[in-house]
Nanobody, 124 residues
């Protein structure tokens, strides 16, 4: 069993920054891949970023590359998402995700565990 708890969401103006955190507890061997997804109202859940392989593997969607940075504190079983230059289209519920298999938390179908989400709202 793995529990994922997100924090750090909030409301910011366009161009602002937020840092999301996801703390994992339970079977740490089941969190070899950890990442972030987001889902806006009426939209499908989509991958944002992920880290796996002890930090050797990184994944970013095109729309976040250059603005967002994912990082991991392995000792604390925590993954972070630093989001800069936020845009209104970034508004969504952001979910933490984990999988026992490297690279498998980059897609919804590959994700084993989910957090409850943290809301990010960006105003123009």
């Amino acid at each position: 069993q793995v529990l994922l708890v997100e924090s750090g969401g909030g409301s910011v103006q366009s161009g602002g920054s937020l840092r999301l955190s996801c703390a994992a507890s339970g079977d740490t061997n089941s969190t070899n891949c950890m990442g972030w997804f987001r889902q806006a109202p009426g939209k499908e859940r989509e991958g944002v970023a992920a880290v796996f392989g002890g930090g050797t593997g990184l994944y970013y969607r095109d729309f976040v590359e250059g603005r967002f940075t994912i990082s991991q504190d392995i000792a604390k079983n925590t993954v972070y998402l630093q989001m800069n230059s936020l845009k209104p289209e970034d508004t969504a519920m952001y979910y933490c995700a984990a999988s026992p298999f490297p690279g498998k938390c980059t897609m919804v179908v590959g994700t084993r565990y989910w957090g409850q989400g943290t809301q990010v709202t960006v105003s123009s």
